[in-house]
């Protein structure tokens, strides 16, 4: 381990390539979080939010991971989707009544073995939201599919795994 | 700067939050990369590699970056798009006559500055390959839309950023 904080430990590893060769790796280790996207009237729910590293506000899914950064490797499910209903909760107000499980993908597996469990929403009820600290500027709205579309087009909802969110979401709406 | 090797830099800035607290902020630094979806008779050439840090094989669109960790921030227009051709050479041996820009996105705003610039190639004449040492294990084929949804719902294309370039290029070409 050559760098750790509170969020991210960065790992660099002595590696032998299929030709024999060696190098190394540098490995970013996060723990895993989970991504929900609420259906809601033929619409989704959003959240907004600054984002430090890339110094501006986008629209995205609602998204989080326990607060721990040694917990690296998959998610329990139940643990999963305990986490999903909380981050939905946390950061929209919303209730799910339902929630699907479509799958896990990493997140940047050229560098990084942190993974996002993916949740679709339904059966939502409004509640209030009960941001953290680091949350404090965080808004959150539903927008209709044409304003998705919108969003996506503009740039302004253009989070990677909010968009290959939807890439799985679309086509299971599709296959029924 | 707390760490850095050939292809990745991690740097821990202070910060203070919108309600005035202070803390620090991780962020890994790399450089942008090109990621081309090569169309091709109603389907998609892909590529299949190793990527070590998940442990595992995948599919995804050829991507790629320059060799330098110290070029952040976007690249170019001109150097994005020499960038996707070269890529897609290398990894593919396809020649592309028509390249057309989709966008850029970030690949982890919640803790890296990096983008990913997307292009969709058209009009691709074969030739040979010519792999890095690293992609020596690399191999490529063209798959008909319903195989990339096969392997999409099967979980053996989940590069978030591959899945994210569906969704750019599923919904500009619904627009027509």
């Known amino acids: 381990v050559v760098y750790r904080n509170a969020?991210?430990?960065?790992?660099?590893?002595?590696?032998?390539?299929?030709?024999?060769?060696?190098g190394i790796y540098g490995v970013v280790n996060k723990p895993d979080f989970a991504l929900v996207l609420p259906l809601d009237r033929g619409g989704y729910h959003l959240v907004?939010?600054?984002?430090?590293?890339?110094?501006g506000r986008f629209w995205e899914f609602p998204q989080g991971s326990w607060a721990s950064a040694d917990a690296g490797g998959p998610l329990?499910?139940?643990?999963?989707?305990?986490?999903?209903?909380?981050?939905?909760?946390?950061?929209t107000g919303l209730h799910a009544e339902h929630?699907?499980?479509?799958?896990?993908?990493?997140?940047?597996?050229?560098?990084?073995?942190?993974?996002?469990e993916i949740f679709v929403a339904t059966?939502?009820?409004?509640?209030?939201?009960?941001?953290?600290?680091?949350?404090?500027?965080?808004?959150?709205?539903?927008v209709g599919a044409d304003e998705l579309d919108n969003l996506v087009r503009t740039g302004r909802l253009c989070d990677a795994v909010s968009l290959a969110a939807l890439t799985l979401w679309e086509r299971l709406a599709r296959r029924g």
Do not use: K, N
């Open 7 to 22: 969020w991210m430990t960065v790992r660099e590893d002595e590696v032998i390539r299929a030709d024999g060769s060696t």
């Open 48 to 55: 907004e939010q600054y984002r430090y590293p890339v110094r």
């Open 76 to 91: 329990p499910p139940g643990d999963a989707a305990e986490l999903a209903r909380r981050e939905l909760r946390e950061e």
């Open 99 to 116: 929630l699907r499980h479509l799958g896990r993908i990493p997140v940047a597996y050229g560098y990084s073995s942190q993974g996002c």
């Open 123 to 142: 059966g939502l009820t409004q509640g209030p939201p009960d941001r953290e600290p680091s949350e404090a500027d965080m808004r959150s709205r539903w």
